[in-house]
């Protein structure tokens, strides 16, 4: 069965604490797998998609990694700003088509 | 500005009471598609379209009904809500569903009593 694994669930941090999130995947023949960020009561906000092992995108202070069984988000020296919930997730055919499985997210705190 | 626009915000109603949930998009996407968010499960898929007249079924479609008559709407219909249907629900949007990069509105929050 497709999954994605996320963790740690939550993530609390000091301003400036350096850390990685996790997100593992099992799913035949990957097709991407995208990082997201979602504050609170809002919706989902597109960051990175990543495609084939050995990739990396960066934005600010964030940096997504992939291998072939999982990818990382490095944060390096987050801000209180950087709280959010991060989700991954992976396209799975399912009858011709794609749906996106999502993880379950970490939550980030950042304290100043 | 180039957005999906969700209403209502927040709504309670009552087991039985059909409800619309409106989605509209300003960016010519052909894929769009709904989900909803539940603590502990993540975000699934209810029902996605891949242009006009063309939907299908997500991991989560029973109890729900959609159309897409036009390229910028993809309302999401609770012909018979239920309460295990309150959920926070997302319509999102792409440029076709190889894209990933979707564009996610604010939100729905729906409690079914």
């Known amino acids: 069965e497709d999954q994605v694994t996320q963790s740690p669930e939550a993530l609390r941090l000091q301003e400036g604490e350096s850390s990685s999130l996790n997100c593992s995947y099992t799913?035949?023949?990957?097709?991407?797998l995208f990082w997201y960020r979602q504050d609170p009561g809002k919706g989902p906000e597109f960051l990175f998609t990543?495609?084939?092992a050995g990739e990396e995108k960066e934005k600010e202070r964030l940096k997504a990694t992939l291998t072939k069984k999982e990818s990382f988000l490095h944060i390096t020296a987050p801000k209180p700003e950087d709280s959010a919930t991060y989700l991954c997730?992976?396209?799975?055919?399912?009858?011709?088509?794609?749906?996106?499985?999502f993880g379950r997210g970490t939550s980030l705190i950042v304290h100043p | 500005e180039a957005q999906v626009t969700q209403n209502p915000r927040y709504l309670i109603t009552v087991t039985g009471k059909k409800l619309t949930v409106t989605c509209s998009q300003n960016?010519?996407?052909?894929?769009m598609s709904w989900y909803r968010q539940d603590p502990g499960l993540g975000l699934r898929q209810i029902y996605y379209?891949?242009?006009?007249?063309?939907?299908d079924k997500g991991d989560v479609p029973e109890g729900y009904k959609v159309s897409r008559k036009e390229k910028r709407n993809f309302p999401l219909i609770l012909e018979s809500p239920s309460p295990n249907q309150t959920s926070l629900y997302f319509c999102?949007?792409?440029?076709?569903?190889?894209?990933?990069?979707?564009?996610f509105g604010s939100g729905t929050r729906l409690t079914v009593v």
């Open positions: 960016m010519n996407h052909e894929y």
């Open positions: 990543l495609y084939s």
């Open positions: 999102a949007s792409s440029l076709s569903q190889g894209s990933y990069g979707y564009t």
């Open positions: 379209s891949m242009n006009v007249e063309v939907t």
């Open positions: 799913v035949s023949g990957l097709r991407g």
């Open positions: 997730a992976v396209p799975r055919v399912s009858g011709g088509s794609y749906i996106p499985t």
